[in-house]
Structures are given as C-alpha cells and as structure tokens.
C-alpha cells in the first residue's frame, strides 16, 4: 500500500507558472511508474507526465514543452513543473503510482484544483 498526497494546486494568470507536488508514504524506489493526470468538469481524466523508478519520462502531446515531471527520491516526492499554463489547462490534478508485485496495482492521491483565468 502506498498514500499518495498532492498540493500545490491554485489560482493562476494564463502564462503563469504553479509547481506541484506528490508525497509518497513509502519510497519511491519501490514504486515503479508515477504519474500525473488531470480531469476537467465533464471530461475524461487524462495523462499529463509518467516517470518511472529509472527516470524515464514520457508526456501527453499537449503538454510537452511546457510541463516537466521530476523526483526527489530523498524527499519521497514527486513534481510536476507546469509553465505557460492556459485556461484549458484548468482541471483537478491528480497523482498516480503504479505497482507491480506479482500484479499490478494502482494507487491515486486526492486531487489538487488548477485554476488557470485569462
């Protein structure tokens, strides 16, 4: 099991920047794929930015160029840096861990509210 927490959510101006983050309960060497994903009112929730225990990385097409996935694996976290934020990136974000032993299963945090206005 694994509790997955974001913040950094809020109120921006359309070009602005917010930084978010996700803090793991256990290490995040024993998780093999986090992620970010957003879900806008009346959408599906898509994938943002993927990175794995290895450091890859991998982003939906919208998204690249101006969002960046990180981690901090003495903080247990993960980031996720968002640049050039548009109204259309207005959504509640959420992160994700993906876990295999044996099978693979799947873990997801609260949610944090991205407000882009322009």
């Known amino acids: 099991q694994v509790q997955l927490v974001e913040s950094g959510g809020g109120l921006v101006q359309a070009g602005g920047s917010l930084r978010l983050s996700c803090a793991a309960s256990?290490?995040?060497?024993?998780?093999?794929?986090m992620g970010w994903y957003r879900q806008a009112p009346g959408k599906q929730r898509e994938l943002v930015a993927l990175i794995t225990s290895g450091g890859s990385t991998n982003y939906a097409n919208s998204m690249k160029g101006r969002f960046t996935i990180s981690r901090d694996n003495a903080k247990n976290t993960v980031y996720l840096q968002m640049n050039s934020l548009k109204p259309e990136d207005t959504a509640v974000y959420y992160c994700?861990?993906?876990?295999?032993?044996?099978?693979?299963?799947?873990?997801w945090g609260q949610g944090t509210q991205v407000t882009v206005s322009s």
């Open positions: 256990r290490s995040i060497f024993s998780i093999n794929v």
């Open positions: 994700n861990a993906e876990i295999k032993s044996g099978s693979w299963e799947s873990y």
